[in-house]
T-cell receptor, first 112, second 114 residues
Framework: GDSVTQMEGPVTLSEEAFLTINCTYT??????LFWYVQYPGEGLQLLLK?????DKGSNKGFEATYRKETTSFHLEKGSVQVSDSAVYFC???????????FGSGTRLLVRP | NAGVTQTPKFQVLKTGQSMTLQCAQD?????MYWYRQDPGMGLRLIYY???????DKGEVPNGYNVSRLNKREFSLRLESAAPSQTSVYFC?????????????FGNGTRLTVT
């Protein structure tokens, strides 16, 4: 069945370091891909999305490119801040399905 | 600008007790969802409602029931709580069936069953 695999965390970085969180997916057809972020004590918020191959989603300095050839949607940011500390979820959604399939989440901790 | 509102924020139940988690959205969205979040397992879909008047099972529906009361409200009921239902529950909504329409989440209900 369809699935999303994320790198295990926690990922610990110093402020201003480069961030990559890996995400790969297994799905038939052409899913839309999403990154959601969850800050402590809150629900998930959409960070960015891409709906077709080679699309790049971007928001708040974060970017991810939909790579169909490698079935990947890795999240990157050039210079992280302490305020980026959160849990990041990669997810996919297919066609007319209402089901959003999530990865297990990656916790990011940014130290001053 | 409330978005998706869930009540209560916290709840402790004894095994066998029942309760209803409430969810309301003010974005005029057609679709609503209930997820549970457990450590290391991401979010799993319990039930969803594609539109007012319809509900369908997700991945983990056993032990739960739902009601789509109207377009705004979607409740989740635990008839006889079990310790395995200890989790954080999230309600979400989206505009509809387009696969790129994002979900908007509430802040969650943390439920402990003893």
């Amino acid at each position: 069945g369809d699935s999303v695999t994320q790198m295990e965390g926690p990922v610990t970085l110093s402020e201003e370091a480069f961030l990559t969180i890996n995400c790969t997916y297994t799905a038939t057809g052409y899913p839309s891909l999403f990154w959601y972020v969850q800050y402590p004590g809150e629900g998930l918020q959409l960070l960015l999305k891409a709906t077709k191959a080679d699309d790049k989603g971007s928001n708040k300095g974060f970017e991810a490119t939909y790579r169909k050839e490698t079935t990947s949607f890795h999240l990157e940011k050039g210079s992280v801040q302490v305020s980026d500390s959160a849990v990041y979820f990669c997810a996919l959604r297919k066609g007319s399905s209402y089901k959003l399939i999530f990865g297990s989440g990656t916790r990011l901790l940014v130290r001053p | 600008n409330a978005g998706v509102t869930q009540t209560p924020k916290f709840q402790v139940l004894k095994t066998g007790q029942s309760m209803t988690l409430q969810c309301a959205q003010d974005m005029n969205h057609n679709s609503m969802y209930w997820y549970r979040q457990d450590p290391g397992m991401g979010l799993r879909l319990i039930y969803y409602s594609a539109s007012e008047g319809t509900t369908d099972k997700g991945e983990v529906p056993n032990g739960y029931n739902v009601s789509r009361l109207n377009k705004r409200e979607f409740s989740l009921r635990l008839e006889s709580a079990a310790p395995s239902q200890t989790s954080v529950y999230f309600c979400a909504s989206s505009e509809g069936e387009e696969n790129n329409s994002p979900l908007h989440f509430g802040n969650g209900t943390r439920l402990t069953v003893t």
